[in-house]
């Protein structure tokens, strides 16, 4: 695994966490010159498989990717970005084109001109809500492109997926954009794998913590086990060391006070629980180890400047069967880090 030693567990545990939840998907068609531009809202990521053609992809900020036939990308923050034939070439929103609905969540995007109405390029694209609840913070250190290259250590597996996808995205057949969806789901989950296997890129912070054998566990041990109010010694007695060097190293690597991580880890948690809508508030406060709801109230509002009942009121349903694909591609993908 090279200098990156993480455990399968802590590794496992963390995908644990992470959430893909597809919002929308497309199959474009495009013609020999074109420009599409894609916004993605708060929480969401973007995903790009370019199946047929040749492209590149210009984000918000200026920096340019060439991208090939076979090519995956992921962009965990979203944010504005476009897909161009070259780079001189103007872009248009991608809703402004001709959408033909495939099923739920899915369009067929026609983007070629009436002059020259074959394909020069084929790609399908998702909008996904991208969560890495409790670590949430290590989504934060992602970069804003992650380009895929399958055939490199990085990503083993994750070629057979593209070359599925490709083929779905050519043929459409029947059901086809059901299987894309669960397929772009599985890689995209498996990127961010491969993301934190490597290495992470090597930044720092919370990734320096966890090649912190000494606080790898006891992040372990508040992942598993957050509805304990754990205190300073325990957490240094799961390290193996005392309890002010523990405080100590914590704090200068993580960048704030062990029990302090604790209860923002809880809310993360909390309102990942009230968005999914299936618990109350007064079960989230007692899977959390709160002895009353109102003792609950008070920390959640401390952290995330709300009430619990704002994170259920606002956040939004996603159909059921799109979950549902989300939670397979999660364990397929957890199960396979654990091995």
């Known amino acids: 695994m090279g ?9 496992s545990e963390l995908l644990t966490s992470m959430r893909l939840r597809g919002v929308q998907y497309r199959r474009v068609h ?17 995903f790009h498989f370019l199946a047929v053609g040749s492209a590149v992809l210009r984000t918000a900020g200026g920096a340019i990717h060439e991208l090939a036939a076979g090519d995956a ?35 067929d995007v026609n983007a070629c001109p009436s002059l020259d109405p074959n394909p020069s390029a084929i790609f399908f694209n998702g909008t996904m809500e991208f969560d890495l609840g409790g670590m949430r913070g290590l989504g934060r250190l992602m970069p804003d492109v992650m380009l895929v290259d399958a055939r490199g250590e ?12 490709r083929r779905e995205v050519c043929s459409a057949r029947v059901g086809f954009a059901g299987i894309l969806a669960r397929l772009a789901e599985v890689a995209a989950a498996m990127i961010v794998r491969g993301w934190v296997e490597c290495g992470c890129d090597d930044t720092s912070g919370l990734v320096a913590a966890l090649r912190d ?11 598993r086990r957050p509805g304990h109010h754990w205190t300073v010694a325990e957490l240094a007695a799961e390290c193996n060391v005392s309890r002010s060097v523990f405080a100590d190293r914590f704090h200068t690597t993580i960048g704030m006070p062990p029990l302090r991580y604790a209860t923002e880890l ?7 629980w009230l968005a999914q809508g299936t618990l109350s508030v007064q079960s989230v406060a007692q899977r959390l180890g709160y002895t009353s709801q109102a003792a ?3 920390a959640f509002k401390r952290v995330t400047g709300q009430p619990p009942g704002a994170s259920r009121a606002t956040s939004r349903p996603v159909a059921a069967n799109t979950a549902n694909t989300a939670n397979t591609a999660n364990t397929a993908n957890i199960a396979d880090a654990g091995g």
């Open 3 to 11: 200098p990156f030693a993480l455990s399968s567990d802590l590794i």
């Open 266 to 272: 809880r809310m993360l948690l909390a309102s990942q």
């Open 296 to 298: 609950f109230s008070r």
């Open 73 to 107: 990308v992921f962009l965990p923050h979203g944010g504005s970005h476009q897909l161009l034939s070259d780079r001189d070439i103007p872009a248009r929103e991608i809703g402004d084109f001709p959408t033909a609905a495939l099923g739920n969540a899915m369009g």
């Open 154 to 165: 990085r990503y083993p597996g994750l070629l057979p997926i593209l070359t599925s996808m």
């Open 213 to 223: 054998p000494r606080l790898a566990r006891a992040i372990l041990a508040l992942h």
């Open 30 to 46: 495009a013609g020999p010159r074109f420009g599409l531009t894609f916004d993605a809202g708060p929480g969401h990521a973007a």
